[in-house]
């Protein structure tokens, strides 16, 4: 089991920054994949950024060049920096992660980009 703690979500007005935190606990050795999703209001959930255990990142346009998703040296948090920010970032973002064939999330953080 993995157990998923995200903070720093918030209220930021558009051009602003916001950087997202994700504690992992748990069973995280050997994790394959975290990240990070979001849902806007009325719509499904979406993928925003993802690293694997070897480092490689992907992104989706729509965030791409604005967004940066890291890790700690351990292995055991993540964090998303947005740049940038559009009022259509707005969304509840969730922490996923990867291992043995489940799926992991977090409780979701709100994120509202307003001004």
């Known amino acids: 089991q993995v157990q998923l703690v995200e903070s720093g979500g918030g209220l930021v007005q558009p051009g602003g920054s916001l950087r997202l935190s994700c504690a992992a606990s748990?069973?995280?050795?050997?994790?394959?994949?975290m990240g990070w999703y979001r849902q806007p209001p009325g719509k499904q959930r979406e993928y925003v950024a993802i690293?694997?255990?070897?480092?490689?990142?992907n992104y989706p346009d729509s965030v791409k060049g604005r967004f940066t998703i890291s890790t700690n040296n351990t292995k055991n948090a993540v964090y998303l920096q947005m740049n940038s920010l559009k009022p259509e970032d707005t969304a509840v973002y969730y922490c996923?992660?990867?291992?043995?064939?489940?799926?992991?999330w977090g409780q979701g953080t709100q994120v509202t980009v307003s001004s």
């Open positions: 690293i694997t255990s070897g480092g490689s990142t």
């Open positions: 748990g069973s995280i050795f050997s994790i394959n994949v």
């Open positions: 996923y992660a990867f291992k043995d064939g489940h799926h992991y």
